[in-house]
Every structure is written in structure tokens, then in C-alpha cells.
């Protein structure tokens, strides 16, 4: 019984014979090969020879790293300035209950049917009813509070101290603003979260 990676073999041993043979002569072979007919160089009914074979090689570089563009992904983390858990869970809850007050507040002066404001463990949550679902919550191992958007998606921000604000290093977007321009503009009316 012949081993079905016989054909295989076969085709890898003539490419490799093919591969040491100069490009004029794989293009006179190739054209010869195909007939005056314009036959199919694998026709079952033909007999294989060497030539009937040509191989065609394509090289893709990539780029090296020092051409890449730095602004674009995320940025790289400065793992001495993270958080000590106690700082975060501080910054965290404090950016988490500032933001409920002034949702509640926000909500007693606008007219949007179904919307809600609620908090239960560490997750904030405010619904716009058909506009949709905002979900904020802190998470404790990547020191990070996750935002849950309508508008934008998913978003992970950590806390910068340079800027002092939760700031999602991919696009550089700074919580709080995130938050007043795409709530007011759901809403309709524009909303001071800082």
C-alpha cells in the first residue's frame, strides 16, 4: 500500500531540483510544459517529468521595530509607578461614588424615559433606557477601573499621576471626558463630571 505523503514527497523533491535551476530556464520550462494547447501541467493522464514542475518564491519583510509607528497600541506599562492596592481602591471608589452623585444629580434635570442609576458591589451602573447601558467597576488585580460603553465599547483605564485622572492608555481618553461627551450627547444635554 503506497503511503498517501508519497505525492507529497515527490512534489517537495522535484521543487527542491527545480530551486537550483537560474529563472530563464523555470520560465522556458514552464511555457513548454503548458503545450501549444495550453494543456494543464497536472493532467492526470500525463506523465510527470521534472520540467513539467515550476515554482514560484515570494519574500515578505516586515517591518523592524524601530519604523514602527509608537503612538499607534497600547503603551507600554511603567510597572514601578503601579498603584499600591491601597491607592487604588482610594482613587478607584472615590472616582466610582463622585461619578454615581453626578449621574444622580444629572438625571433629577433631564427627561429620558428608564433612566436609572444604580451602585452594588463596586459596580456602577447607569441606564439610558433605549439609548442604552453604561457599566463601571473597578478591578482590583490589573488596578484598573473598566468602563462598558453604548457608544465606544469596552475600555480599561488606569490611573496616571502625572494627569491625575483614569486615562486608557490604547487611545489616551481620559475617563471623565469620555464619559461628558458621550453621555451629553446621548442625553442631549451636556454633563460636568469634573
Same mark, same amino acid.
Given at each position: ?36 494547447? =495550453? *494543456?494543464?501541467? +497536472? ?9 513539467? +514542475? ?31 492596592? @491601597? ?5 478607584? *471608589?472615590?472616582?466610582?461614588? *463622585?461619578?454615581? @452623585?453626578? +449621574? ?12 436609572? /442609576? *444604580? ?9 439610558? =433606557?433605549?439609548? =442604552? ?6 478591578? #482590583?488585580?490589573? #488596578? ?12 480599561? +483605564?488606569?490611573?496616571?499621576? #502625572?494627569?491625575? #485622572?483614569? /486615562? ?27
Amino acid at each position: 500500500m503506497a503511503s498517501r505523503f508519497a505525492p507529497r514527497l515527490l512534489l517537495r523533491h522535484l521543487w527542491m531540483r527545480r530551486r537550483a535551476q537560474p529563472i530563464s530556464s523555470l520560465h522556458e520550462a514552464s511555457a513548454a510544459s503548458a503545450g501549444v494547447n =495550453g *494543456d494543464r501541467i +497536472f493532467s492526470p493522464s500525463k506523465s510527470w517529468s521534472p520540467s513539467d +514542475f515550476h515554482c514560484v518564491s515570494r519574500v515578505f519583510f516586515s517591518a523592524r521595530p524601530s519604523s514602527l509607528n509608537e503612538g499607534k497600541g497600547p503603551a507600554a506599562i511603567d510597572y514601578p509607578s503601579l498603584l499600591p492596592e @491601597e491607592e487604588f481602591h482610594r482613587l478607584a *471608589d472615590e472616582t466610582i461614588h *463622585d461619578l454615581l @452623585e453626578k +449621574f444622580e444629580e444629572y438625571g433629577d434635570g433631564i427627561q429620558i424615559d428608564d433612566y436609572e /442609576v *444604580d451602585y452594588g458591589n463596586h459596580v456602577l451602573t447607569l441606564k439610558l =433606557g433605549s439609548l =442604552g447601558t453604561y457599566v463601571i467597576n473597578k478591578q #482590583t488585580p490589573n #488596578t484598573q477601573i473598566w468602563l462598558s460603553s453604548p457608544v465606544s465599547g469596552p475600555s480599561r +483605564f488606569d490611573w496616571d499621576a #502625572t494627569s491625575n #485622572t483614569w /486615562v486608557y492608555r490604547r487611545t489616551k481618553a481620559n475617563l471623565l471626558q469620555l464619559l461628558e461627551e458621550e453621555v451629553g450627547q446621548l442625553c442631549g444635554q451636556p454633563i460636568s463630571l469634573r
